[in-house]
């Protein structure tokens, strides 16, 4: 089996590879893919989703593949960008490949789920969050995660419970993801009768946020919510500090890796995200954690969400015999649960989970751990 560093070196140069995993199986292999942010800004994120992956094939055909068949693994870089996604997408429905763990970035899923689903391939993201994925989705749209407006909903409640008249930014980085994840967080603070004092976009992809957090200092902010990626949230809350601003920083699930404490060091110290209950300690996950430790690997933030998405497809694929794309999406309807090392997961009529489950996490010594009610 290929190991983590070897895969990455395969794949580093190239938008789309293939890395089929373990014992043979008979007949011709079955084609899926991983599509998600392999290099750019959120390439942590893209990592984690590749891992899963990359580890729930090995496993499907370390135990003889599905319906006797190999499965291959083609890796597709969308960089989160959406005209990219859309070129992923057709590469992969040029390959034939049946099925879609990604992407993970909403303004990448939501254009490249057209082409799926024009050209019959189902779809599956660990990570796109906002609800236009599966309100405006096609036959083959689903999501073994929750949704902003079930996220924000929870961040804003948070806030005003627990930040009660301190004055609070809301940023976003004006993309489906995050400008979707801030309009939910203020609709939900505002209900509780809270009103922020600055509801303003940022530009992703600078690395200088002075003049904006300077602005956030004249206001008086004390609490800045960012609706946005890892990267430039890290970077807002480390020069927010440098300007000497006692704020706590919260995010959303995009804030799951620990690439974020390499961007802010000590300044990320008490920041808090939202994200679900922590999969590495659930036990339907006990086993599949300890394969991944014991290679040095932790599966955090999107990891075991994308070897989830791997095994419902193949747990469907083999339920109803078929590996057809609109049957198995049929199936996964109609049936379930499936049980996945996130537990047992039911998808409603839109693709959507049926038990969305947010909760806080807070950071501490470049770790972070769920907040205890």
Same mark, same amino acid.
């Given at each position: 089996?290929?190991?983590?560093?070897?895969?990455?070196?395969?794949?580093?140069? @190239?938008? =789309?590879? @293939?890395?089929?995993?373990?014992?043979?199986?008979?007949?011709?292999?079955?084609?899926?893919? &991983? +599509?998600?942010?392999?290099?750019?800004?959120?390439?942590?994120?893209?990592?984690?989703?590749?891992?899963?992956?990359?580890?729930?094939?090995?496993?499907?055909?370390?135990?003889?593949? #599905?319906?006797?068949?190999?499965?291959?693994?083609?890796?597709?870089?969308?960089? &989160?960008?959406?005209?990219?996604? =859309?070129?992923?997408?057709?590469?992969?429905?040029?390959q034939k490949v049946v099925f879609v763990a990604g992407h993970y970035c909403s303004g990448s899923s939501i254009p490249a789920s057209k082409v799926y689903a024009e050209e019959g391939v189902l779809q599956i993201s660990p990570a796109s969050t906002n609800p236009k994925f599966t309100d405006?989705?096609?036959?083959?749209?689903?999501? =073994?995660?929750?949704?902003?407006?079930?996220?924000?909903?929870?961040?804003?409640?948070?806030? +005003?419970?627990?930040?009660?008249?301190?004055?609070? +930014?809301?940023?976003?980085?004006?993309?489906?993801?995050?400008?979707?994840? +801030?309009?939910?967080?203020?609709?939900?603070?505002?209900?509780?009768?809270?009103?922020?004092?600055?509801?303003?976009?940022?530009?992703?992809?600078?690395?200088?946020?002075?003049?904006? #957090?300077?602005?956030?200092?004249?206001?008086? #902010?004390? =609490?800045?919510? #960012?609706?946005?990626?890892?990267?430039?949230?890290?970077?807002? @809350?480390?020069?927010?500090?440098?300007?000497g601003m006692n704020v706590t920083l919260i995010g959303g699930d995009a804030l799951v890796t620990k690439d974020f404490w390499q961007i802010t060091g000590a300044a990320g110290e008490g920041a808090l995200m939202t994200f679900s209950s922590d999969p590495r300690n659930r036990p339907a996950a006990a086993k599949v954690v300890q394969s991944f430790k014991a290679k040095n690997i932790d599966p955090e933030g999107y990891v075991l969400y994308t070897y989830a998405a791997v095994q419902i497809w193949a747990a469907a694929a083999e339920k109803i015999k078929s590996t057809d794309p609109k049957k198995i999406a049929a199936e996964l309807k109609s049936g379930g649960p499936w049980q996945t090392v996130l537990g047992p997961i039911s998808f409603d009529r839109k693709g959507d989970v049926t038990v969305p489950d947010y909760v806080f996490y807070v950071w501490k010594n470049g770790n972070y751990s769920e907040v205890k009610a």
């Open positions: 089996m290929l190991n983590r560093r070897t895969l990455l070196q395969a794949t580093a140069a @190239l938008p =789309v590879a @293939l890395a089929g995993t373990g014992a043979l199986a008979q007949g011709a292999p079955i084609r899926i893919a &991983c +599509a998600g942010p392999l290099t750019g800004s959120n390439a942590a994120a893209g990592d984690q989703m590749k891992t899963g992956a990359t580890q729930a094939v090995a496993d499907l055909n370390a135990a003889g593949g #599905v319906l006797g068949r190999k499965v291959e693994l083609a890796l597709g870089d969308d960089a &989160c960008d959406p005209r990219q996604a =859309v070129s992923v997408a057709n590469q992969m429905a040029g405006e989705g096609s036959w083959n749209t689903f999501r =073994v995660c929750g949704r902003d407006d079930q996220q924000g909903q929870v961040a804003g409640k948070y806030i +005003a419970e627990n930040f009660k008249g301190r004055k609070v +930014a809301i940023l976003h980085d004006n993309q489906a993801y995050g400008k979707g994840l +801030a309009e939910e967080t203020r609709k939900s603070l505002n209900a509780a009768g809270q009103k922020e004092v600055l509801f303003t976009a940022y530009n992703p992809g600078e690395r200088d946020y002075n003049a904006l #957090v300077s602005r956030m200092k004249e206001a008086g #902010v004390e =609490v800045i919510y #960012v609706g946005g990626y890892y990267t430039e949230a890290g970077l807002i @809350l480390r020069q927010a500090k440098e300007q």
